[in-house]
């Protein structure tokens, strides 16, 4: 079982849409999760990060945690074509001194 | 801050050779990690050093793998000799502890491998 799963996609949402994109992780204990976006050919960028439980907003973005669940999602509220990139999941099961888990990526295509 | 740098951005080489792989983490970062992307297995941890020391390396693929990291601000990741499945986009990376005691990633630009 992997640490870190997402839906490779691609997923296409139409311009002004909301895209929603998943993931759930394995180790129960983790402690950090973040989004990173990568646009093709190019790094991954971080966007988000929580740490509790609930709703974090920055933006258009929304980061969703639910520990019991184990399930870790973002929101993109009124996507952009410049939006379209992949996603990518990344989880630290220990706050701090550990590796960073990550997923493969959704790849998601905003269509004007 | 001029973030995660790496050199070469690019690297073609013949399998066989040797291939040397530079980074320089964001001033202050305690900890670097090494990472290769491909489209096949996504992002893989190499190896990860904490104040300069090797923690973990199980992510090294094999023996023809090896990384240094002789001062805060300089690493380098060393394939010899390179063969042609290790193409791929390697990926430096350091963390900063923020205030809150949370750690975040931050990548370098990457070196775009490419063995022949």
């Known amino acids: 079982q992997k640490e870190v799963e997402q839906n490779s996609g691609p997923l296409s949402v139409p311009e002004g849409a909301i895209a929603s994109l998943n993931c759930t992780y394995s180790?129960?204990?983790?402690?950090?999760f973040f989004w990173y976006r990568q646009y093709s050919g190019k790094s991954p960028e971080l966007i988000m990060s929580?740490?509790?439980?609930g709703d974090k907003e920055d933006g258009r973005f929304t980061a969703q945690l639910n520990k019991a669940s184990q399930y870790v999602s973002l929101l993109i509220r009124d996507s952009q074509p410049s939006d379209s990139a992949t996603y990518l999941c990344?989880?630290?099961?220990?706050?701090?001194?550990?590796?960073?888990?990550f997923g493969t990526g959704t790849s998601l295509t905003v269509i004007p | 801050d001029a973030g995660v740098i790496q050199s070469p951005r690019h690297e073609v080489t013949e399998m066989g050779q040797e291939v040397t792989l530079r980074c320089k983490p964001i001033?202050?970062?305690?900890?670097l990690f090494w990472y290769r992307q491909t489209m096949m297995r996504g992002l893989e941890l190499l190896i990860y050093?904490?104040?300069?020391?090797?923690?973990?390396d199980s992510g090294m693929p094999e023996d023809r793998f090896s990384a240094k990291m002789p001062n805060a601000s300089f690493s380098t990741l060393k394939i010899q000799p390179s063969e042609p499945r290790d193409s791929a986009v390697y990926f430096c990376?350091?963390?900063?502890?923020?205030?809150?005691?949370?750690?975040?990633?931050?990548f370098g630009s990457g070196t775009q491998l490419s063995v022949l």
């Open positions: 990376a350091s963390t900063v502890v923020t205030r809150q005691g949370n750690e975040k990633l931050f």
């Open positions: 180790d129960r204990g983790s402690q950090s």
């Open positions: 929580i740490y509790s439980n």
């Open positions: 990344a989880v630290n099961p220990k706050n701090t001194g550990n590796q960073f888990y």
């Open positions: 001033s202050g970062h305690n900890s």
């Open positions: 050093f904490n104040n300069n020391v090797p923690i973990d």
